[in-house]
């Protein structure tokens, strides 16, 4: 396993400034040649940027696959759905079906995650890596849909699995073996109520779920605006 990651935070004066960033570097890796796939996430901070780039009409460059952290498992068209909430931004690209990885939420649950995890493991075979992830993180402590120990146990040897959330509803995530093998894997992170959580993680709080999960990565960034960021 890689040694300790390097956590680094990156500190934004406005939640604008935090979005207009994560739009370059966002735009930067689903448009440069010869891309590598991306991993998206939901959440109210970075579905603003994906809207933006959307209006752009910025295209994928060949070849590029996109992935997500994790869904709810909801129809496909709902409101809840980060697949559903991302679609503007997945128009513009003009994705081949074959490249674009998503939860099937029309499958049973149990199936959806193994077909989730069947397709991670087709995506990243041969040694293929993810060129930039994306990952919320909640007031809670929790990032994609892994929140708490039953989860993270019951992740080990597997890409993705089936989630019962805290607020009733289930979900498929990623697990840390599919954060493991991202390059470049950022929190994107905003509003008060996540400046204990921001806190925890760069303090490697064992007892945090999101740092569980990212422990075995080599190099992380917290991008998160003034209201997230704990005082320096």
């Not at 397709?119 to 929790?142: E, K, P």
């Not at 089936?162 to 390059?183: F, I, K, M, N, Q």
């Not at 921001?198 to 190099?219: E, M, Y």
Request: glycine share 8%; proline share 7%; with cysteine.
């Amino acid at each position: 396993m890689p040694a300790t990651p390097v956590l680094t935070l990156h500190r934004f004066a406005t939640r604008a400034d935090l979005q207009q960033a994560l739009e370059a570097r966002l735009q930067a890796a689903l448009t440069r040649p010869a891309p590598a796939p991306v991993m998206l996430s939901g959440g109210s901070t970075p579905i603003p940027a994906y809207e933006a780039l959307a209006r752009r009409a910025i295209r994928g460059a060949a070849g590029l696959a996109v992935l997500f952290s994790d869904d709810r498992y909801v129809p496909a068209s709902s409101d809840q759905s980060n697949y559903h909430q991302s679609r503007p931004l997945l128009d513009a690209l003009a994705l081949p079906p074959a490249q674009l990885l998503r939860v099937r939420t029309e499958l049973p649950l149990a199936q959806a995650a193994a077909a989730y995890d069947a397709g991670l493991r087709t995506l990243t075979s041969g040694g293929v890596h993810i060129g930039l992830g994306l990952l919320g993180l909640g007031a809670d402590g929790h990032t994609a849909s892994l929140f708490g120990p039953g989860d993270l146990a019951r992740a080990r040897g597997r890409y993705a699995i089936a989630v019962h959330r805290p607020d009733g509803r289930d979900a498929v995530s990623v697990t840390p073996a599919v954060l493991e093998l991202v390059e470049e894997l950022v929190f994107v992170v905003a509003g008060e109520d996540k400046r204990a959580a921001v806190a925890a993680l760069l303090g490697r709080d064992p007892a945090l779920t999101a740092w569980q999960a990212i422990s075995g990565c080599k190099a992380v960034e917290v991008w998160a605006d003034a209201a997230a960021a704990p005082a320096t």
